[in-house]
């Protein structure tokens, strides 16, 4: 059985929208997209390149996969570590409105989520991965079917843009496995999903 893992990009504040280019996802006249692409150095691309030898499969968002879809099977280099893996392995894309996907080795999900993801996991040797597709990671964590995250925090606030963690995320907590930062100031942490959050109080008791 693969291990859902899910790899982000956010800000200092956030938002996760359009990482990779102004007319990537301007939806909600969103001007600031392709705010990841400066920070994108050596220590970056070999960070991304190892999650990618790990890939099993694929599972994205609707938004994200057409994104995907216009952009990387124009990519034909065989020894591309992103192209080579997302054009030729299986991709699954959660959606009731999209239609006949034309990218090859897609499955679209219709039905039950998480009949669907458990089914497309128990079928994927290595990892499934999800890749931005922000609703799409609320729903897995809201359905405890996310093994692990690694969040790329990049070192920049805007303001405005959709958030990863939007209110109304259920509450989840996680273990912390590892962490890094490339030379350009990008910090790459990985956690386990730990179930929900514990709970205390820093307050002295009555009898101290």
Request: proline letters at 7%; hydrophobic letters at 40%; charged letters at 20%.
């Amino acid at each position: 059985m693969g291990k859902l893992t899910v790899t982000g990009f956010v800000t200092l504040d956030g938002v996760h929208q359009a990482p990779g280019g102004p007319q990537e996802d301007p939806s909600g006249g969103f001007e600031q997209g392709g705010w990841s692409v400066p920070y994108g150095d050596e220590d970056f691309g070999r960070f991304i390149t190892e999650v990618f030898d790990r890939s099993g499969a694929f599972l994205l968002g609707r938004r994200t996969y057409e994104i995907f879809a216009a952009y990387w099977p124009k990519v034909t280099d065989p020894a591309d570590p992103v192209a080579s893996r997302l054009n030729c392995l299986p991709k699954y894309v959660a959606s009731h409105s999209l239609g006949e996907p034309s990218w090859a080795n897609t499955t679209v999900l219709r039905g039950d989520l998480a009949k669907e993801v458990t089914a497309a996991k128990e079928r994927t040797e290595g990892e499934l991965q999800v890749h931005g597709s922000g609703a799409l990671v609320r729903s897995l964590l809201a359905l405890d079917l996310v093994d692990t995250l690694h969040l790329l925090i990049f070192p920049v606030v805007l303001g405005n843009g959709r958030r990863l963690f939007a209110g109304g995320a259920v509450p989840t907590a996680f273990r912390h496995t590892g962490a890094r930062t490339t030379g350009a100031g990008v910090a790459i942490h990985s956690y386990d999903v730990a179930g929900r959050p514990p709970y205390g109080s820093y307050e002295l008791p009555d009898n101290a």
